[in-house]
């Protein structure tokens, strides 16, 4: 592991006076002095255990601040903080002949840096969960171990495929023009579904996203999971999970699951950027008003049943199916008073309505709401227009990029 330990420390400052700490007055200065009681620690030759100790006690600090009142009022300083309590902690883990284990936890404090942190020294997390990544593969395959070997297969599904009317389907267009699609459906604002435009996709082509290449690729990084059918349900809450260990308890499994769990809504291909290699962002992105770094991109990967309830979002999308299909209602904002909004502040962008299942007394006008709706096969991508309403319901086994753009 002594090469281990080398490439960590040729992507670090060559010593503690290069080691970069600056942070505002809303750091409390005895934080800042453990922060560079840590840094100091790293340059001398104080046992791993006192370095993990010290790391610790930033992050319990930080941790607690984190999670005091709503996140948007964290500062950003104290997601730095954080930050940097995890990278001692990993060079803590790692210091001294580590086992695999404390590999793996080094790549799951790596990650909570990525998920609940801010960016620090030129976005050294990132950097060094690569270079343990590749640890962790090398030192499995040597071992023989496959984290998975007791899983049982995936069971086929035989997806239950809604009959789709005619009259009420989703336009599609094979190939337009950035002109066409910008006077036909951009600039009046109408869903369609573009096909043929992601053939080019690594994730579809080069080597297909499937449950074996993503454990590959990702399998010991560490993701949020929704857990309960809808986020809009009281028993809904979330979970930080492995890859692999969301795919062992919630897709690989023929056991009979209490809660469905989805990982929906994550910037995924900022926390493991050779997942983004295998995606491209489409070129009618290049209408909006923005750059391509303003692009938000998700990823939406569950297993059957797993339901985005009636929702509305501030920007346009377009929703790229790469695996399974999607059942998908399109509503327009012109029919929100018929759509019943959730009156709390919280989730104003949400209908109380179960679309597939609505409570005709309760909610009289929905049924009255004219939509679209369509079935999303892989290569499939939707168009959603800003604020157009829409209910997604995964048929099978679904991976599904989406990318919001002004």
């Known amino acids: 592991m002594a090469v281990l330990w080398s490439n960590i420390s040729a992507v670090l400052p060559l010593s503690e006076v290069q080691f970069p700490l600056q942070f505002s007055d809303k750091v409390e200065s005895s934080v800042v002095a453990l922060l560079k009681q840590s840094r100091q620690q790293l340059y001398s030759d104080t046992a791993s255990t006192s370095c993990a100790l010290n790391a610790q006690i930033i992050l319990d600090i930080s941790w607690e601040k984190l999670n005091t009142g709503t996140w948007r009022d964290v500062d950003k300083e104290w997601r730095r903080v954080y930050s940097y309590g995890c990278l001692f902690k990993v060079l803590a883990l790692c210091r001294e002949d580590p086992s695999l284990e404390m590999i793996r936890q080094a790549v799951r404090t790596c990650d909570m840096g990525l998920l609940m942190g801010a960016n620090i020294m030129d976005n050294v997390l990132q950097v060094l969960v690569r270079i343990l990544q590749t640890e962790v593969r090398k030192a499995t395959k040597e071992e023989g171990q496959i984290e998975h070997v007791h899983v049982k297969k995936i069971k086929l599904e035989h997806p239950n495929v809604p009959a789709i009317k005619k ?11 950035l002109e066409s699609f910008k006077t036909n459906y951009l600039l009046p604002q109408k869903p369609v ?4 435009i992601i053939d080019h996709w690594p994730a579809i082509n080069e080597h297909p996203w499937s449950i074996e290449y993503l454990r ?17 349900d009281e028993e809904w809450s979330q979970r930080l999970l492995t890859v692999n260990e969301f795919i062992n308890q919630y897709i690989s499994t023929t056991d ?3 809660a469905s769990g989805y990982l929906a809504q994550h910037q995924l291909f900022d926390q493991i950027p050779e997942l983004k290699d295998d995606i491209r962002v489409p070129d009618y992105c290049c209408l909006g008003e923005g750059d391509e770094d303003d692009i938000t991109i998700n990823a939406w990967f569950g297993p059957a049943g797993t339901v985005s309830p009636l929702h509305q979002d501030p920007q346009q999308n377009f929703l790229a199916q790469v695996v399974g299909s999607k059942y998908i209602r399109l509503y327009s904002p012109e029919d929100t008073e018929k759509l019943y909004p ?7 962008n949400t209908s109380q309505v179960e679309v597939e299942s609505p409570d005709e007394e309760q909610f009289p006008e929905f049924v009255k709401a004219p939509y679209l709706e369509c079935v999303l096969q ?6 959603i227009p800003v604020q157009h309403w829409h209910y997604v319901r995964s048929l099978e086994l679904s991976f599904s990029v989406s990318f919001w753009w002004s």
């Not at 009259?167 to 023009?177: E, G, H, I, L, T």
């Not at 590959?216 to 809009?232: D, F, H, L, Q």
């Not at 959730?342 to 104003?348: K, N, Q």
């Not at 892989?378 to 168009?383: K, Q």
Request: charged fraction near 15%; hydrophobic fraction near 35%; charge should be neutral.
């Open 193 to 196: 579904i573009l096909e043929g």
């Open 342 to 348: 959730h009156p709390s502040p919280l989730l104003h």
């Open 378 to 383: 892989p290569g499939d991508v939707l168009f």
């Open 167 to 177: 009259a009420m389907s989703v336009p599609r267009m094979p190939c337009p023009s």
């Open 216 to 232: 590959s690729v990702a399998g010991c990084r560490t993701v949020p999971v929704e857990v309960g059918s809808r986020y809009t």
């Open 256 to 258: 009979e699951v209490k």
